[in-house]
């Protein structure tokens, strides 16, 4: 039969569990093992502990099953997707985690619309660093935080050794345009100007030197930023802009190949006009790599009607992100479906779409 | 790196091609032949074929060391990754080209490790760092790229690193040239050398050409501006009447060549008594071997190659574009069976192949022309 003095002393061990399960979570676990992926108590314990923290926002916190976002009357639904599988995860100018957001960001910049929230999804590999987990979500939250988009949403995946290497990250981010707001290859004609933002191929070399592979040192960082302003600032001092597109696998070449292909157009670029920087093009020489088909992660390629061509440059270099803007060449109807290349002194080459991958898993 | 622009230097460019049209005009058409896939990835890649007057051609020969090998080697090479426990180190280029049914890439696709590397002493290092893989490096190119498998194979076997042997496909230069210049029915009218073999090889070994073939021979840079000096100082000779070697790009190339490069391979390699050429057939004397001393890193004694001839396919005429008796486009299947994704023979697969410098780069050619300064 339970005295008083085993019912008080019962009630102080319940409340000192319960004041304990109160706690701040903390993760005692240094490396990620299957439990965390269960859906269980590790699971929780991960996410209260090292994913939460980095984004706490109204939305977040609800943690309902998924996010609820508002849009303004009359704007319709912006949605990409992107996985990022870069390797390695950090590199001179940024890591995974700036790619997961501005790689995202910048899809749905191009489309004209402002971002509103990012989805987070992370599938890890049995045995990763819980430091470096910890590293990766710091990047993206700062990465949201500085542009005001904020992770509404993820989810946490984890499986076998073996089956993954490391960390995967998948971002899907969610903006909205205005009605009217149509930027679209079909609204490109020959005659019009193509535009770039800035110096070409930064990324990919950047994490080519970064693999460590090469015997070779240069100083190039990523270009990884997140190009909604800049969007925002060329549309509205040039509303009539035909096309926007970010060039990341496969480089400006590949974009333009795009182009080219869905408009049925030509289009003609002059290599004296590329902006490529000095250790980019050192790199490029002695690799047998040709910037054009390098990734970047934070340039844009923009189509504009030819006699706004001086005010659209003129408006992206006046923004951080495009100081190096230029007009790299023209659209035409010779060639349709082709892209072709200008040598400075008169001779010319096709780019072609790729074939093969020149830097792999590059982000 | 400021020579780069210098040699790419428009001005300069137009000066040459000046003088060009100017000497061409007072010729008959000249048909030049280069033996270098680097000179045939340049001169697509700066559209240079266009700029010149119509009345020069230029040739591509089987200066391409991924083009010329055969498709039985390449099954040797694709047996020897699927070997358990080894890991195949090659260069890039390497993983597309077909053998009789598959590939490198298509090998590593199925399990097999196969690894790029950009310099042999890559795939030592990884030997070394790595004692369980049984590492082997595909051995590919003329005396341009066989001077540092030599190098490799001596740091092999002064460091006794057991895990590492190499399969090489070394080509030499010489035997081939000539193989061209026996062709019957040869209507070339002077060469461009390679440039980057005779770095190592000089000059000299090319004085054959001149003496015997009554050919002259300018070995040339690969910059858009040493290509038309190269092929200016051609025309030069044709016009004066004399027919010898000449030496364009001298700020790399010796007339002897490099000593320490030569002594590598002497100290390293054995000339093979024969080798097959894709579409040229055996050549005599024109393939390296490991010599005997370096029995315990020689791939081809270390594994069971299946060691067989494999045709080509009948559709492919690799052979012809090779000696530079088709161009690319005259191939019958050029562009549509045998492209750059689905290539048939080599010429398509590796990036210095004729067919694939001209189907990427040069397809769509307008001859456009700088107007020339009436000066």
Same mark, same amino acid.
């Given at each position: 039969?339970?005295?008083?003095?085993?019912?008080?002393?019962?009630?102080?061990?319940?409340?000192?569990?319960?004041?304990?399960?109160? @706690?701040?979570?903390?993760?005692?676990?240094?490396?990620?093992?299957? &439990?965390?992926?269960?859906?269980?108590?590790?699971?929780?314990?991960?996410?209260?502990?090292?994913?939460?923290?980095?984004?706490?926002?109204?939305?977040?916190?609800?943690?309902?099953?998924?996010?609820?976002?508002?849009?303004?009357?009359?704007?319709?639904?912006?949605?990409?997707?992107?996985?990022?599988?870069?390797?390695?995860?950090?590199?001179?100018?940024?890591?995974?985690?700036?790619?997961?957001?501005?790689?995202?960001?910048?899809?749905?910049?191009?489309?004209?619309?402002?971002?509103?929230?990012?989805?987070?999804?992370?599938?890890?590999?049995?045995?990763?660093?819980?430091?470096?987990?910890?590293?990766?979500?710091?990047?993206?939250?700062?990465?949201?935080?500085?542009?005001?988009?904020?992770?509404?949403?993820?989810?946490?995946?984890?499986?076998?050794?073996?089956?993954?290497?490391?960390?995967?990250?998948?971002?899907?981010?969610?903006?909205?345009?205005?009605?009217?707001?149509?930027?679209?290859?079909?609204? $490109?004609?020959?005659?019009?100007?193509?535009?770039?933002?800035?110096?070409?191929?930064?990324?990919?070399?950047?994490?080519?030197?970064?693999?460590?592979?090469?015997?070779?040192?240069?100083?190039?960082?990523?270009?990884?930023?997140?190009?909604?302003? #800049?969007?925002?600032?060329?549309?509205?001092?040039?509303?009539?802009?035909?096309?926007?597109?970010?060039?990341?696998?496969?480089?400006?070449?590949?974009?333009?190949?795009?182009?080219?292909?869905?408009?049925?157009?030509?289009?003609? /670029?002059?290599?004296?006009?590329?902006?490529?920087?000095?250790? $980019?093009?050192?790199?490029?020489?002695?690799?047998?790599?040709?910037?054009?088909?390098?990734?970047?992660?934070?340039?844009?390629?923009?189509?504009?009607?030819?006699?706004?061509?001086?005010?659209?440059?003129?408006?992206? @270099?006046?923004?951080?992100?495009?100081?190096?803007?230029?007009?790299?060449?023209?659209?035409?109807?010779?060639?349709?479906?082709?892209?072709?290349?200008?040598?400075?002194?008169?001779?010319? *080459?096709?780019?072609?779409?790729?074939?093969?991958?020149? +830097?792999?898993?590059?982000? | 790196?400021?020579?780069?622009?210098?040699?790419?230097?428009?001005?300069?460019?137009?000066?040459?091609?000046?003088?060009?049209?100017?000497?061409?005009?007072?010729?008959? &058409?000249?048909?030049?032949?280069?033996?270098?896939?680097?000179?045939?990835?340049?001169?697509?890649?700066?559209?240079?074929?266009?700029? #010149?007057?119509?009345?020069?051609?230029?040739?591509?020969?089987?200066?391409?060391?991924?083009?010329?090998?055969?498709?039985?080697?390449?099954?040797?090479?694709?047996?020897?990754?699927?070997?358990?426990?080894?890991?195949?180190?090659?260069?890039?280029?390497?993983?597309?080209?077909?053998?009789?049914?598959?590939?490198? +890439?298509?090998?590593?696709?199925?399990?097999?490790?196969?690894?790029?590397? %950009?310099?042999?002493?890559?795939?030592?290092?990884?030997?070394?760092?790595?004692?369980?893989?049984?590492?082997?490096?595909?051995?590919?190119?003329?005396?341009?790229?066989?001077?540092?498998?030599?190098?490799?194979?001596?740091?092999?076997?002064?460091?006794?690193?057991?895990?590492?042997?190499?399969?090489?496909?070394?080509?030499?230069?010489?035997?081939?040239?000539?193989?061209?210049?026996?062709?019957?029915?040869?209507?070339?009218?002077?060469? #461009?050398?390679?440039?980057?073999?005779?770095?190592?090889?000089?000059?000299?070994?090319?004085?054959?050409?001149?003496?015997?073939?009554?050919?002259?021979?300018?070995?040339?840079?690969?910059?858009?501006?040493?290509?038309?000096?190269?092929?200016?100082?051609?025309?030069?000779?044709?016009?004066?009447?004399?027919?010898?070697?000449?030496?364009?790009?001298?700020?790399?190339?010796?007339?002897?060549?490099?000593?320490?490069? /030569?002594?590598?391979?002497?100290?390293?390699?054995?000339?093979?008594?024969?080798?097959?050429?894709?579409?040229?057939?055996?050549?005599?004397?024109?393939? #390296?071997?490991?010599?005997?001393?370096?029995?315990?890193?020689?791939?081809?004694?270390?594994?069971?190659?299946?060691?067989? @001839?494999?045709?080509?396919?009948?559709?492919?005429?690799?052979?012809? $574009?090779?000696?530079?008796?088709?161009?690319?486009?005259?191939?019958?299947?050029?562009?549509?069976?045998?492209?750059?994704?689905?290539?048939?023979?080599?010429?398509?697969?590796?990036?210095?192949?004729?067919?694939?410098? %001209?189907?990427? %780069?040069?397809?769509?050619?307008? *001859?456009?022309?700088?107007?020339?300064?009436?000066?």
């Amino acid at each position: 039969m339970a005295t008083d003095e085993d019912l008080d002393r019962r009630d102080a061990v319940l409340a000192r569990i319960e004041e304990w399960r109160q @706690r701040a979570p903390v993760l005692r676990d240094d490396t990620i093992t299957m &439990a965390h992926g269960a859906g269980g108590k590790a699971s929780q314990s991960l996410i209260e502990a090292v994913i939460r923290p980095a984004f706490t926002n109204p939305e977040l916190d609800r943690l309902g099953d998924a996010a609820v976002l508002d849009l303004p009357a009359g704007h319709r639904v912006v949605v990409s997707t992107d996985a990022f599988v870069v390797t390695p995860r950090r590199f001179p100018g940024g890591s995974i985690g700036d790619l997961a957001v501005n790689g995202t960001i910048n899809d749905i910049a191009c489309m004209g619309a402002r971002p509103l929230g990012l989805t987070l999804s992370l599938v890890l590999e049995e045995g990763f660093p819980v430091a470096e987990l910890r590293e990766i979500v710091a990047d993206v939250a700062e990465a949201a935080d500085s542009v005001g988009v904020p992770v509404v949403t993820g989810d946490t995946k984890v499986v076998e050794r073996g089956a993954a290497d490391g960390c995967y990250l998948t971002t899907t981010g969610i903006g909205h345009v205005p009605a009217g707001l149509d930027l679209d290859a079909r609204h $490109v004609q020959p005659g019009d100007a193509v535009l770039v933002s800035g110096s070409i191929g930064d990324h990919g070399i950047a994490v080519m030197m970064a693999r460590g592979d090469l015997a070779l040192a240069a100083e190039v960082r990523s270009d990884t930023v997140a190009l909604h302003g #800049l969007v925002a600032d060329l549309l509205a001092a040039v509303p009539k802009t035909r096309w926007l597109r970010d060039p990341t696998r496969g480089g400006v070449a590949s974009t333009c190949n795009e182009l080219a292909g869905s408009t049925g157009l030509g289009i003609n /670029l002059m290599e004296g006009e590329l902006p490529i920087l000095r250790p $980019v093009v050192g790199a490029c020489e002695m690799l047998g790599l040709d910037p054009l088909y390098i990734a970047n992660e934070g340039k844009l390629v923009a189509v504009v009607p030819p006699d706004l061509a001086d005010e659209a440059v003129a408006t992206m @270099r006046a923004h951080p992100a495009g100081t190096k803007a230029v007009r790299i060449g023209t659209v035409t109807d010779d060639h349709p479906g082709l892209v072709v290349v200008e040598t400075p002194f008169g001779g010319t *080459r096709i780019v072609d779409m790729l074939v093969g991958d020149p +830097l792999p898993r590059i982000c | 790196m400021k020579f780069v622009d210098e040699f790419r230097n428009p001005e300069a460019a137009r000066e040459l091609l000046r003088q060009i049209e100017a000497l061409a005009a007072a010729q008959p &058409a000249r048909k030049f032949m280069e033996v270098c896939g680097g000179h045939t990835h340049a001169i697509y890649r700066h559209g240079i074929e266009a700029l #010149l007057p119509e009345s020069i051609e230029l040739v591509h020969g089987p200066g391409c060391p991924v083009c010329v090998i055969p498709m039985g080697r390449i099954d040797d090479a694709i047996a020897v990754a699927s070997t358990e426990g080894v890991t195949l180190c090659c260069f890039g280029d390497m993983l597309r080209v077909p053998g009789g049914t598959s590939s490198l +890439l298509e090998a590593k696709a199925h399990g097999a490790d196969v690894r790029v590397v %950009y310099s042999p002493l890559d795939a030592l290092a990884l030997a070394e760092r790595e004692p369980a893989l049984n590492v082997v490096f595909l051995a590919v190119g003329f005396e341009t790229t066989a001077p540092s498998t030599a190098a490799t194979l001596l740091q092999a076997r002064e460091r006794n690193v057991a895990n590492f042997s190499v399969l090489s496909n070394h080509v030499t230069i010489v035997p081939p040239l000539k193989a061209i210049l026996d062709s019957p029915g040869l209507d070339l009218d002077g060469f #461009l050398g390679p440039g980057h073999v005779s770095t190592v090889i000089g000059t000299r070994p090319y004085e054959f050409v001149p003496q015997h073939y009554q050919r002259p021979l300018v070995t040339a840079g690969f910059e858009p501006v040493d290509i038309l000096q190269g092929v200016l100082m051609l025309l030069q000779q044709l016009h004066d009447g004399r027919c010898e070697v000449e030496n364009q790009y001298k700020r790399v190339v010796s007339e002897s060549g490099s000593a320490v490069a /030569l002594q590598l391979l002497r100290d390293v390699f054995v000339v093979r008594p024969h080798f097959e050429w894709r579409g040229l057939g055996f050549i005599a004397q024109s393939a #390296l071997g490991l010599s005997p001393g370096f029995a315990d890193w020689d791939a081809e004694l270390r594994f069971d190659v299946p060691g067989l @001839r494999v045709a080509d396919p009948k559709a492919c005429q690799c052979g012809e $574009v090779l000696k530079g008796a088709l161009r690319p486009w005259e191939c019958k299947v050029f562009g549509t069976a045998c492209t750059p994704e689905t290539p048939i023979g080599t010429c398509m697969v590796s990036s210095e192949g004729a067919c694939a410098a %001209y189907y990427n %780069y040069g397809r769509y050619s307008p *001859r456009s022309r700088i107007p020339v300064r009436a000066d």
